[in-house]
């Protein structure tokens, strides 16, 4: 059974950075691709950036520009590396292993999330 332990959240001015961390454990992970999902009060999570199981990153146009994800399959590990954050992107961060990637539309979560992290970004 697949876990997601997600970590590195926290409180931080617009315009600061953050990296966020998921763990995996269980198998799947090298051969699967991974995303980083966005939650706030009352929506539903979105999904803001993939990387495949070779390492290729997808991003959401929210997030272009400023996020990037990398994968380490000797720990595991998922990053979200994020700059220039702005209040919007205040909320609750998840991640979860993917079975496709690309387009975001067809990516479907297959583990079962996890407690998440919480990123609140002041004005």
């Known amino acids: 059974q697949v876990q997601l332990v997600e970590s590195g959240g926290g409180l931080v001015q617009a315009g600061g950075s953050l990296r966020l961390s998921c763990v995996v454990s269980?198998?799947?992970?090298?051969?699967?691709?991974m995303g980083w999902y966005h939650q706030t009060p009352g929506k539903q999570r979105e999904l803001v950036a993939t990387?495949?199981?070779?390492?290729?990153?997808t991003y959401a146009a929210s997030v272009k520009g400023r996020f990037t994800i990398s994968r380490d399959n000797t720990k595991n590990t998922v990053y979200l590396q994020m700059n220039s954050l702005k209040p919007e992107d205040t909320g609750v961060y998840y991640c979860?292993?993917?079975?496709?990637?690309?387009?975001?539309?067809?990516?479907?979560?297959?583990?079962?999330w996890g407690q998440g992290t919480q990123v609140t970004v002041s004005s």
């Open positions: 979860n292993i993917l079975l496709v990637v690309v387009p975001f539309s067809r990516a479907r979560p297959l583990g079962s």
């Open positions: 269980g198998s799947g992970f090298r051969t699967n691709g």
């Open positions: 990387i495949s199981s070779g390492g290729l990153p």
